[in-house]
């Protein structure tokens, strides 16, 4: 048996990303590979479970400077294939069109060998990872889910949001939520992000993440808690709440919510001042804890 802190199943995407001034990077993405390298490069244990139509060779290769890191590849019919063109500086803004989709995960291809304390559900589009796979997890490990994978559909070639059918009753058997201000309001049509929070966990959630372009807030029933971003440039948008969730909900395996949350910003903030998930380590972080926070 594999012990890990947290199990990240979701697929490796190939992108293409169009910034607002026209400068195009293509390069491999998706929230499996940000978290990923998140959680690992600051000294967690983490088994990720990429799919796509890639040699487990490659898919091994992806994740090489994030040692901790443990890959366990799956085979999928066609990779996730996207192109993000991002209409403003700050990057909140951005228009997706998707190529192709991942086959969907089933609970029998998770490898009985892994025990993990979190499953970290960490898709990108409706589909990925079926509601089934959910209560599933529940039984085995703390569940973190970002919404985005329940949220984000493929129509005609592009990316539309819709709401979670499923919500009321997958809700309960999640220990960690993440959202964004904006599915957060797609979920509950609350614009105020605490009020949007504390509907999420009175439908069920233990812990619920909102990330937003200059805060991220935490609640639990009780508190809410916000801790402000200070990056100092936005040139490594792409990857921000994949960033902030892998290292939150790992921190708070051993730390209080404002440890980890100040712990997780501090993070997002140093990675988005340079392109690609976070290359630097843990005392990087300390130091831009004590510099900033």
């Known amino acids: 048996m594999s012990r890990f802190d947290s199990l990240i199943i979701g697929e490796v995407a190939r992108d293409t990303n169009v910034d607002y001034d026209g400068a195009t990077v293509q390069a491999i993405g998706g929230a499996v590979y940000y978290s990923g390298f998140a959680a690992a490069n600051i000294g967690h244990k983490i088994a990720v479970?990429?799919?796509?139509d890639m040699a487990p060779e490659e898919l091994e290769a992806a994740f090489a400077k994030a040692?901790?890191?443990?890959?366990?590849p799956l085979p999928s019919t066609h990779s996730?294939?996207?192109?993000?063109?991002?209409?403003?500086?700050?990057?909140?803004?951005?228009?997706?069109?998707?190529?192709?989709?991942?086959?969907?995960?089933?609970?029998?291809?998770?490898p009985a060998e892994i025990d993990a304390k979190i499953w970290h559900l960490a898709g990108l589009v409706g589909g990925d990872i079926p509601d089934e796979m959910i209560p599933f997890a529940a039984e085995r490990a703390m569940v973190a889910i970002d919404v985005q994978c329940m949220l984000r559909w493929v129509e005609n070639g592009g990316m539309v949001y819709h709401d979670w059918a499923a919500k009321r009753e997958m809700l309960p058997y999640v220990r960690f939520l993440k959202t964004d201000a904006a599915e957060a309001e797609i979920l509950t049509g609350l614009t105020d992000r605490a009020e949007a929070a504390r509907t999420l966990y009175g439908w069920g959630a233990k812990e619920v993440l909102i990330t937003h372009n200059t805060e991220v807030l935490v609640y639990d029933g009780a508190e809410i808690y916000t801790c402000p971003i200070r990056a100092r440039n936005l040139s490594g948008r792409t990857g921000r709440g994949d960033t902030t969730f892998a290292c939150y909900i790992n921190e708070r395996l051993t730390q209080d919510i404002p440890t980890a949350l100040r712990t997780a910003t501090a993070l997002v903030s140093l990675k988005m001042e340079t392109p690609g998930p976070y290359m630097g380590t843990r005392q990087d972080l300390e130091a831009y804890i004590k510099e900033f926070y």
């Not at 479970?49 to 796509?52: E, G, R, T």
């Not at 040692?67 to 366990?72: D, L, N």
């Open 49 to 52: 479970l990429p799919k796509a």
């Open 80 to 110: 996730f294939v996207t192109k993000n063109v991002y209409h403003t500086p700050d990057r909140e803004r951005r228009t997706s069109t998707v190529d192709s989709v991942i086959d969907p995960y089933r609970t029998e291809e998770v």
């Open 67 to 72: 040692p901790s890191a443990v890959v366990y």
